[in-house]
């Protein structure tokens, strides 16, 4: 079984920060891809940033520039710094990663966590 835990969110006032953490666990073989996603109320989830095995980086329009994605691959944990929070970044954060397990190391599936609340008051 995998499991992929958030943790960061919460509340915080315009302007203000926040990290978001994702660990990973279980029984992992290798992880490829992890991101972060959002879904704000009443719409689809959309992506905000992802990041490779190797760091590379990518972000959504929107978010370049005031959000930043990294990871610990010796931690399986993959992080969002969130920057110059505006109330349009209210909503639940997911991580996902696309991962390869041990009993099966040649299939490669993503996994969701729950979601961490992020809102942002004015």
């Known amino acids: 079984q995998v499991q992929l835990v958030e943790s960061g969110g919460g509340l915080v006032q315009a302007g203000g920060s926040l990290r978001l953490s994702c660990v990973a666990s279980?029984?992992?073989?290798?992880?490829?891809?992890m991101g972060w996603y959002r879904q704000a109320p009443g719409k689809q989830r959309e992506l905000v940033a992802s990041i490779t095995s190797g760091g590379s980086t990518n972000y959504a329009e929107a978010w370049k520039g005031r959000f930043t994605i990294s990871r610990d691959n010796a931690k399986n944990t993959v992080y969002l710094q969130m920057d110059s929070l505006k109330p349009e970044d209210t909503a639940v954060y997911y991580c996902?990663?696309?991962?390869?397990?041990?009993?099966?190391?040649?299939?490669?599936?993503?996994?969701w966590g729950q979601g961490t609340q992020v809102t942002v008051s004015i």
């Open positions: 996902n990663a696309n991962l390869q397990l041990w009993s099966s190391s040649w299939l490669k599936k993503v996994y």
């Open positions: 279980g029984n992992i073989f290798r992880i490829n891809d």
